[in-house]
């Protein structure tokens, strides 16, 4: 969406996006993200998170994540696909499951936390996966098809088997994961048993870029610049980018700020443009 960090707070809450249906966060706060899905109209199918450092280094990191859950099922009952910071926390445990009873239409999913601020022993790692498992199993609609486990997302063996059994009947599913575990050969041998049952159709380790990309495997996502120029966009779609965080005294900070503010008195149909590609500084900067 451009950068917000030319706003204070309350300059943030001023702004409304009532036909915002694709959100990329990138280079701003959760709390930031979550003021844009308040002020949203409820018409968000995607909002996508790049789990890099600027979410795992939040003071509040577990305060914020509970919030940013809280917006989603509260403010966008049509998501379809979601990047969702978690906390190991019951709290987070008990938002979560509300979000998947009320997004229904969530077909594609992104888990990822923070080991920053708290160092989790593996058994807790492990005993928060059964958790989240149970959680998938009992308030995940048939509509989600694709999970990926980003940072310290681990399951045993025995919690996994569990987990692909109950799943059955489903749609085929596809999993990916950073963690390497899944790699070992009695993991294998229960994957390849579950992809010939037809209860996954992927399940494999990917590299954290492939991960947290927002160009979803199951072609649920498109990049960026590729959805903005789809012909199949609607008026009211808009395609957020982000421009890393810069000094107040960028001078193109007043560009931004007051093509931002101006799109607050456009008329519905048209789609905001205020949105900042910013590839590299010797291409320099392009407003559309």
Same mark, same amino acid.
């Given at each position: 969406?451009?950068?917000?960090?030319?706003?204070?707070?309350?300059?943030?809450?001023?702004?409304?996006?009532?036909?915002?249906?694709?959100l990329h966060i990138d280079c701003i706060?959760?709390?930031?993200?979550?003021?844009?899905?308040?002020?949203?109209?409820?018409?968000?199918?995607?909002?996508?998170?790049?789990?890099?450092?600027?979410?795992?280094?939040?003071?509040?990191?577990?305060?914020?994540?509970?919030?940013?859950?809280?917006?989603?099922?509260?403010?966008?009952?049509?998501?379809?696909?979601?990047?969702?910071?978690?906390?190991?926390?019951?709290?987070?445990f008990i938002e979560f499951e509300n979000?998947?009873?009320? /997004?229904?239409?969530?077909?594609?999913?992104?888990?990822?936390?923070?080991?920053?601020?708290?160092?989790?022993?593996?058994?807790?790692?492990?005993?928060?996966?059964?958790?989240?498992?149970?959680?998938?199993?009992?308030?995940?609609?048939?509509?989600?098809?694709?999970?990926?486990?980003?940072?310290?997302?681990?399951?045993?063996?025995?919690?996994?088997?569990?987990?692909?059994?109950?799943?059955?009947?489903?749609?085929?599913?596809?999993?990916?994961?950073?963690?390497?575990?899944?790699?070992?050969e009695d993991y294998k041998n229960l994957?390849?048993?579950?992809?010939?049952?037809?209860?996954?159709?992927?399940?494999?380790?990917?590299?954290?870029?492939?991960?947290?990309?927002?160009?979803?495997?199951?072609?649920?996502?498109?990049?960026?610049?590729?959805?903005?120029?789809?012909?199949?966009?609607?008026?009211?779609?808009?395609?957020?980018?982000?421009?890393?965080?810069?000094?107040?005294?960028?001078?193109?900070?007043?560009?931004?700020?007051?093509?931002?503010?101006?799109?607050?008195?456009?008329?519905?149909?048209?789609?905001?443009?205020? /949105?900042?590609?910013?590839?590299?500084?010797?291409?320099?900067?392009?407003?559309?």
């Amino acid at each position: 969406m451009g950068d917000f960090s030319i706003f204070g707070e309350h300059e943030m809450k001023m702004l409304y996006f009532n036909y915002l249906e694709i959100l990329h966060i990138d280079c701003i706060t959760l709390i930031e993200a979550s003021i844009i899905i308040e002020n949203s109209g409820g018409k968000l199918k995607e909002v996508s998170i790049k789990p890099y450092d600027f979410v795992y280094y939040e003071d509040n990191f577990s305060e914020d994540t509970l919030i940013f859950i809280r917006k989603i099922y509260q403010k966008c009952p049509l998501i379809e696909v979601l990047s969702l910071a978690f906390s190991l926390s019951k709290d987070h445990f008990i938002e979560f499951e509300n979000l998947l009873k009320i /997004c229904q239409n969530l077909k594609s999913l992104l888990l990822f936390t923070s080991n920053f601020h708290i160092r989790e022993t593996e058994e807790k790692i492990l005993e928060s996966g059964e958790e989240i498992l149970k959680i998938l199993i009992s308030s995940a609609s048939n509509n989600l098809r694709e999970i990926r486990f980003f940072n310290n997302f681990k399951f045993s063996l025995g919690t996994l088997e569990n987990f692909l059994e109950n799943w059955r009947g489903r749609p085929a599913l596809s999993i990916l994961t950073s963690s390497t575990i899944y790699e070992e050969e009695d993991y294998k041998n229960l994957i390849d048993d579950y992809k010939n049952d037809g209860v996954i159709k992927t399940f494999k380790y990917e590299s954290v870029i492939n991960i947290s990309s927002i160009a979803g495997i199951a072609g649920f996502v498109q990049t960026g610049h590729q959805a903005q120029e789809s012909p199949n966009r609607s008026a009211g779609e808009v395609i957020g980018y982000s421009l890393p965080r810069s000094s107040p005294t960028d001078p193109f900070h007043s560009r931004i700020c007051s093509q931002a503010l101006e799109s607050q008195n456009r008329s519905a149909d048209v789609v905001l443009h205020y /949105c900042v590609i910013v590839r590299s500084v010797s291409e320099g900067l392009n407003l559309f």
